[in-house]
T-cell receptor, first 113, second 113 residues
Framework: GNSVTQMEGPVTLSEEAFLTINCTYT??????LFWYVQYPGEGLQLLLK?????DKGSNKGFEATYRKETTSFHLEKGSVQVSDSAVYFC????????????FGTGTRLLVSP | KAGVTQTPRYLIKTRGQQVTLSCSPI?????VSWYQQTPGQGLQFLFE???????NKGNFPGRFSGRQFSNSRSEMNVSTLELGDSALYLC????????????FGPGTRLLVL
């Protein structure tokens, strides 16, 4: 079946450091790919998405590129802030017509001042 | 536009009881999906509803059920609660059923004692 693999956390960075969170996927067909973020005590917020190969999703300084050849969708940010501390989930949508999302295990990011 | 709302936000039940959780989607959204989030299993898909019909179901026992009303509001029910049902239950809505982006509510945190 379809699956998403994320790097283990926590990722601990100092403010203004460069962030990469790795995400790879296994899927049949051509899924859409998403990054969601979860702040403590809250639900999931959509951070960015990409719907086809070579698409780049971006939002709030975060970016991720849909790489079909490496089945990857790594999340990057050039300069993290303390307010970026949260859990980040990579997910794929299993196909047109169905809403089921398959999530990775999540990566906790801790940013210190 | 108001986001996805879920009620109640917190719930404590005892084993053997049943519980009903409610989700109101974003205005105009017709598709609602439910997910269970636990520390051990992560985020798992429960079911998806569109136009009052269940379109997809995850790998959960029959104690988990749901429904959608004509105004797109959805409820999920868990009967004969078990300790392992303690989790954050997240509802997500999307505009339509064609692989659209899902927007999540804050969740209902259920504790089973």
């Amino acid at each position: 079946g379809n699956s998403v693999t994320q790097m283990e956390g926590p990722v601990t960075l100092s403010e203004e450091a460069f962030l990469t969170i790795n995400c790879t996927y296994t899927a049949t067909g051509y899924p859409s790919l998403f990054w969601y973020v979860q702040y403590p005590g809250e639900g999931l917020q959509l951070l960015l998405k990409a719907t086809k190969a070579d698409d780049k999703g971006s939002n709030k300084g975060f970016e991720a590129t849909y790489r079909k050849e490496t089945t990857s969708f790594h999340l990057e940010k050039g300069s993290v802030q303390v307010s970026d501390s949260a859990v980040y989930f990579c997910a794929l949508s299993e196909g047109t017509g169905f809403q089921k999302l398959v999530f990775g295990t999540g990566t906790r990011l801790l940013v210190s001042p | 536009k108001a986001g996805v709302t879920q009620t109640p936000r917190y719930l404590i039940k005892t084993r053997g009881q049943q519980v009903t959780l409610s989700c109101s989607p974003i205005s105009g959204h017709r598709s609602v999906s439910w997910y269970q989030q636990t520390p051990g299993q992560g985020l798992q898909f429960l079911f998806e509803y569109f136009s009052e019909t269940q379109r997809n179901k995850g790998n959960f026992p029959g104690r988990f059920s749901g429904r959608q009303f004509s105004n797109s509001r959805s409820e999920m029910n868990v009967s004969t609660l078990e300790l392992g049902d303690s989790a954050l239950y997240l509802c997500a809505s999307s505009l339509d059923a064609g692989g659209e982006t899902q927007y999540f509510g804050p969740g209902t945190r259920l504790l089973v004692l």
